[in-house]
């Protein structure tokens, strides 16, 4: 060992002493320890990050079929082309006298002059419309029409062929605006249908809502959500959900950012925007994605208790995104901004007898929901955030203590703006911040001790947003391949012995539509028909589902600390008090097997076999597909001969979660 000075011993000494992992290069074996008889902290909560970017809500977790269905975008004709059949002559337009309701100011008219045998138009969904062989829907319209007798409307689901595989009509529409629906049953599958609506008769009739909604939702609910996204989600088992983003809730401005009072109560009434994802970047325009807010505040609320998940609502704090605008609202009027922050906690946990307790339970939850904590802004920087949070946090703090309040720390976890922002949220004693991290896969294999030395007292981390990038941040190139898994997996050892400290982490963004992505890695992607986890989704849910009840301390001895140029074994252990098991997580990051020699001490006896889930592949760039969806996928096996000491051969490029009963 080197010559040290007296205070590196001393401070050395104190690090072994206390710190939950250590490494020393001395021994010729890397030796793993762990000492079971000293149960810490509860472990850190792995969780999601919900935002609506790669159409993951509108176009995927949401599944309306319809593409402006209201004809609200901002080209109201967008996503429909005008259909005539037989010699039908008549026009199309969009109007907006008494409209159904001040949110929803658009309505369609069709006039008919000469009825032919149908004219109307055609509605080509999110990149198709995806049907199942002998899926059910539900077509729903808002109609009205002064003719005496109003013409029909007739509804075709056609495929690219031109084969029409389901039909409906809906008669009696009145002279007032009224829902009609009617149900459509497929007799054959498409990945890329498209809905066909014509009227036949003569006259005018008016539409608005044109709906095509699948019935086999998660939990077959009525505007519920698509249920082989949501089952990826719920097999996860993240300890939390954080929504709605992400950049999409301060918006390019402040018209367009995230308010979440628009997005409850009846669907019609919700006002649509624009995403602040459709012309975010030139190299992937999205001048179609909208949000209509379809899935909204409530159907979050309602996910999260689904998947087990706790709430974590993150809410404009009267800033909008500091990359785009940074339109600032005035210091003396964040009041209604404060005020939608009190009226959410209202929202989600107030009586029935509440204002807002009363719209919950209107919308068929009377029960709260439970929320514990809420993000005051998203990625913010600069003491314009500081004095915004300041403005929010003394209000909420006296109105709710109970509520725990995620800061932001900035977009970057080492930066000025960083350094700015940590000193700040300490003075003013902040529960939780929020760090985000897109780099390189080195620098995640490089900072999976980051939080070792880090400042015990004081708020706590969240690793909020974080993800291995390929390539670069926001490269269209970037690819979620094993490397950016194992890195992630490396670093998330580090999240997991620090959880003293990292309270909370989510991967982000959480999943992308194969053809509509702005952004990529995702930790799930989908087409209109079906949905994968990458390898960062197994490692996300080894560590969910493996987190047990209390950290242990662990000391790898043998090796150096591990790094991007020296490769190696990275550790951390849990004990699970609910099955009494020591679950120890071991990322070998280096291109050859390495056996480590475990020594698990304080126990009055370790299982003689326990079992291995390795997650692991032969190459670096290797990814799952649509084609081959668990190709880089976790597998287990029992684990003979273990005990209080014995080894394990780490497979090459490997995370393997080893799970030994101990009393
Ligand atoms: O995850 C994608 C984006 O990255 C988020 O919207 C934003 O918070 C961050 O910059």
């Given at each position: 060992m080197k010559t040290l000075s007296l205070s590196l011993l001393l401070g050395l000494s104190f690090y072994l002493l206390f710190a939950p992992l250590t490494y020393s290069a001395s021994p010729s074996e890397t030796t793993i320890t762990v000492r079971v008889d000293q149960p810490g902290v509860v472990p850190t909560q792995f969780g999601i990050f919900f935002e609506d970017i790669n159409y993951g809500g509108d176009g995927g977790l949401y599944p309306e079929r319809v593409k402006n269905r209201s004809f609200e975008f901002t080209d109201p004709l967008m996503g429909w082309t005008r259909l005539t059949r037989g010699d039908a002559q008549g026009t199309l337009s969009v109007r907006r006298e008494s409209p159904?309701?001040?949110?929803?100011?658009?309505?369609?008219?069709?006039?008919?002059?000469?009825?032919?045998?149908?004219?109307?138009?055609?509605?080509?969904?999110?990149?198709?419309?995806?049907?199942r062989d002998h899926q059910s829907f539900t077509f729903?319209?808002?109609?009205?029409?002064?003719?005496?007798?109003?013409?029909?409307?007739?509804?075709?689901?056609e495929d690219e062929e031109g084969h029409i595989l389901a039909q409906g009509k809906l008669d009696g529409v009145t002279h007032d605006w009224k829902r009609h629906s009617c149900v459509l049953r497929s007799?054959?599958?498409?990945?890329k249908a498209h809905l066909n609506l014509l009227v036949q008769g003569s006259g005018v009739i008016e539409l608005d809502m044109v709906s095509l909604f699948p019935k086999d939702t998660w939990k077959n609910r009525p505007n519920g959500l698509r249920p082989d996204v949501v089952q990826l989600l719920?097999?996860?088992?993240?300890a939390f959900m954080r929504f709605p983003g992400g950049c999409i809730v301060e918006g390019r401005d402040l018209s367009k950012r995230y308010q979440w009072k628009t997005t409850i109560g009846d669907l019609a009434e919700r006002k649509l925007i624009i995403n602040r994802w459709n012309d975010e970047f030139k190299h992937r325009p999205a001048p179609d994605y909208f949000q209509s807010f379809g899935l909204g505040f409530f159907e979050f609320f309602q996910?999260?208790?689904?998947?087990?998940?706790?709430?974590?609502?993150?809410?404009?704090?009267?800033?909008?995104?500091?990359f785009n605008t940074g339109e600032l609202v005035p210091l003396d009027r964040l009041g209604p901004y404060i005020q939608d922050a009190l009226?959410?906690?209202?929202?989600?946990?107030?009586?029935?007898?509440?204002?807002?307790?009363?719209?919950?339970?209107?919308?068929?939850?009377?029960?709260?929901?439970?929320?514990?904590?809420?993000?005051?802004?998203?990625?913010?920087?600069?003491?314009?955030?500081?004095?915004?949070?300041?403005?929010?946090?003394?209000?909420?703090k006296a109105k709710h203590p109970e509520?725990?309040?995620?800061?932001?720390?900035?977009?970057?976890p080492n930066d000025e703006l960083y350094d700015f922002l940590w000193p700040k949220l300490r003075e003013l004693n902040a529960d939780i911040v929020d760090e985000h991290c897109y780099d390189r896969p080195a620098w995640f294999l490089d900072n999976a001790f980051r939080y070792d030395g880090f400042e015990r007292k004081g708020?706590?981390?969240?690793?909020?947003?974080?993800?291995?990038?390929?390539?670069?941040?926001?490269?269209?190139?970037?690819?979620?391949?094993?490397?950016?898994?194992?890195?992630?997996?490396a670093f998330m050892t580090g999240l997991e012995r620090n959880a003293d400290v990292v309270t909370m982490s989510s991967y982000a963004p959480l999943s992308g539509h194969e053809e509509g992505w702005q952004w990529r890695p995702n930790l799930v992607w989908f087409d209109n028909l079906q949905a994968y986890g990458t390898p960062s989704y197994y490692v996300q849910q080894l560590f969910c589902v493996h987190r047990g009840t209390a950290i242990l301390p662990i000391q790898v001895q043998g090796q150096p600390p591990p790094s991007s140029t020296q490769p190696g074994l990275y550790a951390s252990a849990n004990y699970d008090g609910l099955t009494g098991e020591v679950i120890l997580k071991v990322v070998n990051s280096a291109p050859e097997s390495r056996t480590a020699q475990f020594q698990l001490t304080g126990a009055k006896q370790i299982a003689r076999s326990g079992t291995v889930i390795v997650l692991t592949t032969d190459n670096l760039t290797d990814e799952n597909s649509l084609q081959a969806p668990r190709k880089v996928a976790p597998v287990s096996r029992r684990l003979p001969q273990t005990g209080a000491s014995f080894s394990y051969a780490c497979p090459p490029y490997s995370m393997s979660v080893l799970r030994l009963r101990a009393d």
């Open positions: 159904l309701n001040t949110n929803n100011l658009h309505y369609l008219r069709i006039q008919v002059d000469q009825p032919g045998t149908g004219i109307g138009l055609a509605n080509e969904g999110f990149f198709g419309m995806g049907v729903s319209v808002y109609a009205r029409s002064l003719e005496a007798n109003p013409p029909r409307i007739l509804v075709e689901l007799r054959g599958a498409h990945p719920a097999d996860l088992k993240p996910l999260c208790e689904d998947i087990g998940a706790e709430p974590l609502p993150i809410l404009n704090c009267g800033m909008a995104c500091q009226d959410l906690i209202e929202f989600a946990n107030g009586p029935v007898s509440s204002t807002w307790g009363a719209r919950r339970a209107a919308m068929g939850h009377p029960a709260p929901f439970r929320m514990r904590l809420l993000g005051v802004g998203n990625e913010q920087w600069g003491p314009q955030y500081i004095e915004r949070y300041t403005r929010f946090a003394e209000v909420l509520i725990l309040l995620v800061s932001s720390a900035g977009p970057r708020p706590k981390v969240f690793m909020g947003e974080y993800a291995a990038q390929s390539v670069k941040v926001v490269s269209p190139e970037n690819r979620n391949n094993w490397e950016c898994a194992l890195a992630e997996a």
